[in-house]
Each structure stands twice: as C-alpha cells, then as structure tokens.
C-alpha cells in the first residue's frame, strides 16, 4: 500500500527542485522526529511529472522508513480540487542526526565531560547506533568503555558508568519486604555501577542477593537466590 503524504507545492511545469522539496516535506509529515534530518535528491522524474502543472503531492511506500533510493508515486491537483497520477519519481533519500563526537582521544576507563565532546551532524548511516545525547553525559560521571577516536560519534554502547562496587567489597543491604525493613552485610559477587543489578552473598544469613546498587558500598534488596 501506498500512504499518501501531502504537500502542496504550485509547478508549472514541474522540476527537480520543486519535487525534491515537496519530497522532504512530506517525509517530516509522516516521520515528524526525525524528518529534520531528511536530505532528497532526484535521480530520475516520469514524462507525467515533469509536464505536470500545478500541485502535487508525493507519495512514499508505507512500509517502514525510506532510506537509499526509493520509487514514489507523484499525484497532481486537477482545476476541479481533485488529486489524479502525474507518473512517478525515483529518488535518494539520506537521513541525518546530531551526534556527540569526542573532541580528542579518549582513553579506556577514561572520565567523559561536555568539554571532550561537540555536537555534529552527520549521516544516519554513520552512527552505528543510537546517538549519545549531551544530556546524558550532564547528567552523571561516564567513562569510556573503549579507545574512543576523535570525531568518531558516540552511542550508548561508548560509555558507562564507573563502578561504585568492585568484586569483594562489602555492600549494604536494604531489605524491605512487607512489614519488615532492616540492612544486611554482604559481599559482592561482581562490579557494579548505580542502578546495576549484582548478587551479594550474606554469610550471616548464608543467602545470595540479588541486589540493585544506589551508590558505593549500598543497594536494595530485589530478589533472593
């Protein structure tokens, strides 16, 4: 099927421009997030449209997202307010986003701030996943979980966050189960980072926790072994 996104644009006749344009603008109508990062380019116009005078309107596949070159269909507006087919378009279509990229070498294990990072735009394609907003980054300490090279984007996959528990600290324990509400000691069986889920072995109780870490050396009780 072929979902109709409209934009109104007067040709007469018709040119690469004017379609590339009214392309664009229907795909911020269909995909409003991330259409700002849309950029089209004609690769070739049918007879019809190119002869078409007046408004058209672009239709792109409905399936998912275009991306690459795609085939449209391109409708005009008869004098009587009614849409009819002008031909096709057979175009590109590129997608963009903002992303963060490190200003310089970033070091494994190394601290991340906004000062090691600048915003930039850059092709979809480029990015191997999801964009790390600077937001993000303000929010809390990170640390690169690999060599990371200048001017390469960022993700998510980048950076995490320093652990606040290693392997065989002890960790505080709060256990709030109906009625009852106390602390226990225990060991970590594993690193962790706030909001990290680790177990933690209690010998008093002899039990092993499943524990949520809410900062160095302390967590709460969410499951036992």
Same mark, same amino acid.
């Given at each position: 099927?072929?979902l109709?996104?409209?934009l109104?644009?007067a040709l !007469?006749p018709?040119d690469?421009?004017?379609? !590339?344009l009214?392309a664009?603008a229907?795909? /911020?109508?269909a995909?409003?997030?991330a259409?700002s990062?849309?950029?089209?380019e $004609?690769v070739q116009?049918?007879?019809g449209?190119?002869e078409?005078e007046?408004?058209?309107?672009?239709?792109?596949p409905r @399936?998912a997202?275009?991306?690459?070159?795609?085939?449209?269909d391109v =409708?005009?507006r +008869?004098?009587d307010?009614? &849409?009819?087919?002008?031909g096709w378009a057979y175009?590109?279509?590129?997608?963009?986003a /903002?992303?963060?990229?490190?200003?310089?070498d970033i070091?494994?294990?190394e601290?991340i701030?906004?000062?090691?990072? +600048?915003?930039e735009?850059?092709p979809r394609? @480029?990015?191997p996943?999801?964009?790390?907003?600077?937001d $993000?980054?303000?929010a809390?300490? &990170?640390?690169a #979980?690999?060599?990371? #090279?200048a001017g390469a984007p *960022?993700?998510? +996959?980048?950076?995490e966050?320093?652990? /606040? $528990?290693s392997?065989?600290e002890?960790?505080?324990?709060l256990?709030v189960r109906?009625?009852?509400r106390?602390?226990? =000691?225990g060991?970590?069986?594993?690193?962790g980072a706030?909001?990290?889920?680790i177990? /933690?072995?209690?010998?008093?109780?002899?039990?092993?926790?499943r524990v #949520?870490? *809410?900062?160095?050396?302390?967590?709460e009780?969410?499951?036992?072994?």
């Open positions: 099927m072929i109709a996104l409209l109104l644009i !007469a018709a690469e421009h004017a379609v !590339a009214a664009e229907a795909l /911020v109508d995909w409003p997030d259409a990062g849309a950029t089209v $004609v116009l049918s007879p449209v190119r078409a007046g408004e058209l309107r672009v239709r792109f @399936e997202r275009p991306e690459g070159r795609v085939g449209t =409708d005009v +008869r004098p307010g009614a &849409w009819e087919r002008a175009l590109s279509v590129r997608w963009s /903002v992303a963060l990229v490190p200003v310089r070091a494994r294990g601290t701030t906004a000062a090691d990072v +600048r915003r735009r850059l394609a @480029e990015i996943g999801r964009p790390l907003a600077l $993000v980054i303000e809390g300490e &990170w640390t #979980r690999r060599p990371l #090279r *960022l993700t998510s +996959r980048d950076v966050r320093p652990p /606040v $528990v392997l065989g002890s960790v505080r324990v256990y109906g009625g009852l106390f602390w226990l =000691d060991e970590a069986r594993g690193p706030p909001g990290d889920l177990d /933690v072995y209690c010998s008093t109780t002899r039990a092993t926790y #949520r870490l *809410l900062g160095p050396g302390e967590g009780w969410v499951s036992t072994h």
